[in-house]
């Protein structure tokens, strides 16, 4: 069995147990139903009714507003990806078992990950009440839900580095959401900053550079890219906070 | 067989595991003993492969051939970790799962195959009796169980060498006899490393004890040979009635006495009590020579079990 092959059938293995937990547990429910009345909450308030638009601004206002919840949503997710294996300790059940560190993250991440996929969507019948009613195209409906997916996704992964790292859950949600404030921050500190670095920030600019085209249904390679890479490193450097901790 | 070399582990200059080298035989029992901070904990971990040692070897026998660890040359411990079970000090349990349910995880993650899964998971519900509650969720489970359910995940995937951090730690009596009889039971089947503070059990368990000082191999034999090395066998305690400084006069006289102290009591107390420590049996003497000077003799028993006097000895520092 090769490497690649054993780690990713380990994940598998944790994921499994992850996403029943996230299915079994109050908390998981709570993020879900949270998600879906605020989400619900704004689209009547805001995206629909506030006087004549088009439809399609109707549909960016949708993408602008879930994109708030579901960066808290998977904050809320990561947090508790690795911290509460600590806090309740059952991390030595997964650091004496045969798993390297990189099946243990991605197993977590990606039971959160499917979860939140999921409350996307949970949230497609609002943009398929405007397609219905109004006139956007289906490419734009299908540019914003992928990401949705995509800046939860990176936002995960960000929580879950800070679930590495931190103690407790309380910490790993403040310190999650320091990194992803720095990231949405970033088109601001660019506007006053001098060249080369602001065009540096506004690369890394998670909201303003990468999220906006897709909020707009256009699909860039280039967001696509950053927004994989960004959670790739997050989660390789969650398993490699794992191995140091084991080792130090 | 499992051998341990030149194991340490090192928190910056400080050294909580310093040059640890012992061998385990198949199917042996080995108890490990010694005060808080002894190192034991930090030792259990790097043989569970939770923590990386420093530096050093570790090697287990498998029925597949030797596999071994080189902390030295910075190997991963992924290929040890599937032939070691592991009970850490608190049970690593989900209490929103079912035993069986976390059985069968345990097993896959412990590389069991997935036929042999659900075999694996109900023989270890059985040994470990836990058949009338594998459907409970675990948060709803008795401290003794949940204990049981901790070991049933260490022997899911039918390790090797069996690791067990504190397995009776507040457990209520009915339930630590439970717990012994459980032991037992896995003594025959597994390579086992226990530690305990409760020297009763080490003493009803294990054919060997490793005396674990300051991060260092102190000693290691068995439960006899380390009493007799490190524990004041010989100290024994009377409860006597007369005059004290009689008695005291009466005991120094005594060949092979040593020491003799009274022990303080209150003013109303009856009888006095004295604690004398000697190099030989001094029993019949020492209460023939009270007898002769018309003093009652109460009571007479060793002032310490034979282990809890090796830990004693261990915290005075009087041991070497």
């Known amino acids: 069995m090769s490497d690649a092959f054993a780690t990713l059938s380990k994940a598998g293995t944790v994921l499994r147990r992850e996403l029943a937990s996230l299915l079994r547990t109050p908390s998981g429910w709570a993020i879900a139903a949270a998600v879906l009345f605020v989400d619900g909450l704004l689209f009547n308030a805001f995206a629909v009714g506030t006087g004549a638009k088009t439809s399609t601004k109707v549909l960016e206002d949708f993408y602008y507003f879930a994109a708030g919840t579901t960066m808290i949503a998977s904050i809320l997710l990561a947090m508790r990806t690795l911290a509460e294996e600590r806090a309740r300790g059952t991390m030595p059940l997964l650091l004496s078992a045969p798993a390297s560190e990189t099946a243990i993250v991605l197993g977590k991440y990606g039971a959160s990950l499917i979860f939140l996929a999921g409350l996307v969507v949970a949230t497609l019948y609002m943009p398929a009440l405007i397609f219905v009613h109004g006139k956007v195209s289906l490419g734009h409906i299908a540019a914003g839900s992928l990401g949705l997916c995509l800046l939860g996704g990176t936002t995960l992964a960000l929580g879950t580095l800070a679930s590495a790292l931190a103690r407790s859950q309380l910490v790993a949600g403040v310190l999650g959401s320091a990194f992803v404030v720095i990231l949405l921050l970033a088109w601001l500190l660019a506007k006053v900053s001098a060249p080369p670095l602001d065009s540096l920030l506004r690369h890394f600019a998670l909201f303003e550079t990468h999220f906006r085209p897709l909020q707009r249904g256009v699909l860039r390679l280039s967001d696509v890219v950053f927004f994989l890479s960004v959670a790739g490193l997050a989660l390789g450097t969650a398993a490699r906070v794992l191995a140091w901790q084991r080792a130090r | ?320």
């Open chain 2, 1 to 320: 067989m499992i051998r341990a070399r030149a194991l340490s582990k090192f928190y910056g200059e400080h050294a909580a595991v310093h040059d640890l080298g012992f061998e385990i035989a198949g199917g042996e029992c080995v108890g490990f003993l010694g005060l808080n901070g002894a190192g034991k904990s930090t030792t259990l971990r790097m043989l569970a492969g939770v923590l990386e040692p420093s530096a050093g070897r570790l090697e287990i026998d498998t029925p597949d051939g030797r596999v071994a660890m080189d902390a030295d040359a910075d190997a991963s411990s992924i290929a040890l970790r599937r032939h070691i079970g592991y009970l850490p000090e608190r049970p690593p349990l989900y209490d929103e799962m079912t035993p069986r349910a976390f059985l069968r995880y345990a097993a896959a993650l412990r590389d069991v195959p997935a036929g042999e899964r659900e075999q694996a998971s109900e023989d270890a519900l059985r040994r470990c009796g836990l058949l009338a509650v594998a459907e409970a969720p675990i948060g709803t489970l008795s401290h003794g169980f949940r204990q049981r359910v901790g070991i049933a995940q260490a022997i899911v995937h039918r390790p090797a060498l069996l690791i067990l951090d504190e397995p009776t730690q507040g457990l209520d009596p009915v339930q630590t006899a439970g717990m012994r009889e459980l032991l037992r039971e896995l003594r025959g089947r597994h390579t086992i490393l226990l530690s305990t503070h409760i020297l009763g059990e080490i003493e009803a368990t294990c054919d060997r004890i490793l005396l674990l000082h300051e991060g260092r191999l102190h000693a290691e034999g068995d439960e006899q040979t380390l009493v007799t090395r490190f524990a004041d066998g010989g100290r024994l305690r009377f409860e006597l009635r007369g005059d004290a400084e009689s008695i005291g006069r009466c005991l120094q006289a005594v060949t092979g006495v040593r020491e003799v102290r009274t022990m303080p009591a209150d003013a109303t107390a009856a009888s006095v009590v004295v604690e004398v420590a000697a190099d030989d049996d001094v029993r019949a003497a020492a209460v023939a020579a009270l007898v002769g000077a018309g003093v009652d003799v109460l009571g007479l028993r060793r002032a310490q079990s034979g282990l809890e006097g090796v830990f004693l000895g261990l915290g005075g520092g009087g041991a070497a």
